[in-house]
């Protein structure tokens, strides 16, 4: 498939947990910027990722995946990004070094601003008003102002997940990932606690493994970086399409806003529009 659905063929198909714009100009609007902006992944970076995920299905490799339920616009902070990179990080380095088999590390990170709900209202004594759905759709505070949809927070979304894709990528490429520091990246959670001591052991041995490949003279790149992916839920049936590129080598479609996305258990219809 090398074209994109338009908004009516999209609009067209039967969908759930979707948004209820009051205003279809001021959502067409802001698909019209989303259209137009770069895409927040490259076609290039969700293939070698497939092919990663193809070593993890043959047992030649481990996934790693983890994060927020739900990210907030609010914690898109530089000590925010970093503690969730630290984690996985952390973890990912004692499966590598007890399985002896790279971790594929994919985040839940740069997108997961929406979530589906059970029920579209949420009653507060005798106030009713549309659920929380996540920052990408309306606000947390219980106010008819704060809980309507609003179609421009999807640029908010688009800013945010730009804006930590970019530093992830700073913090994994520019020397913060180099197993040298390993001992940097204990979690603050575990600090003082059995976990720690048995991290810090666990350092020490990759310390001294690491010294005596240097020692031999073995000075690889792969020590001092790592590949981070993104994944997130493609809720947003709107969004997702208007981040949705073709890839100028094989003119297949891709889906830009992030390098991996899945389709969750309440939107999974054969016949309905996240499928399609």
């Not at 927070?153 to 990932?177: D, E, H, I, M, W």
């Not at 600090?191 to 991290?199: F, G, I, L, P, T």
């Amino acid at each position: 498939m090398s074209s994109n659905m338009s908004r009516e063929e999209l609009r067209a198909l039967p969908f759930v947990q979707q948004p209820t714009y009051p205003d279809a100009a001021a959502l067409d609007r802001t698909i019209d910027a989303l259209e137009k902006l770069p895409p927040l992944v490259f076609a290039g970076e969700c293939d070698d990722l497939r092919e990663k995920i193809a070593d993890v299905a043959e047992g030649r490799a481990f996934l790693l995946q983890g994060g927020d339920c739900a990210e907030t616009f609010e914690a898109v902070t530089a000590q925010d990004i970093k503690g969730k990179l630290l984690v996985q990080l952390s973890m990912a380095v004692v499966m590598t070094y007890a399985a002896q088999v790279p971790v594929v590390k994919v985040g839940r990170i740069a997108g997961q601003y929406a979530k589906p709900r059970s029920k579209d209202t949420e009653t507060r004594g005798d106030v009713t008003l549309p659920a929380f759905r996540g920052d990408a759709i309306n606000g947390f505070e219980f106010t008819e102002d704060a809980r309507a949809h609003d179609p421009g927070r999807l640029l908010q979304v688009y800013n945010s997940s730009a804006a930590t894709l970019n530093l992830v990528r700073a913090f994994v490429k520019g020397g913060f990932a180099d197993l040298r520091g390993v001992h940097s990246w204990n979690a603050a959670f575990v600090r003082d606690s059995e976990v720690e001591q048995a991290y810090e052991e666990l350092a020490s041995e990759i310390d001294r493994a690491l010294a005596f490949m240097v020692a031999c003279g073995v000075h690889n790149g792969a020590l001092s970086t790592v590949d981070f992916y993104a994944s997130h839920e493609a809720l947003l049936l709107e969004y997702e399409r208007a981040l949705t590129r073709v890839d100028s080598r094989s003119q297949e479609l891709y889906g830009c806003s992030g390098h991996m996305l899945w389709i969750g258990e309440r939107t999974r219809q054969l016949d309905g529009a996240h499928v399609e």
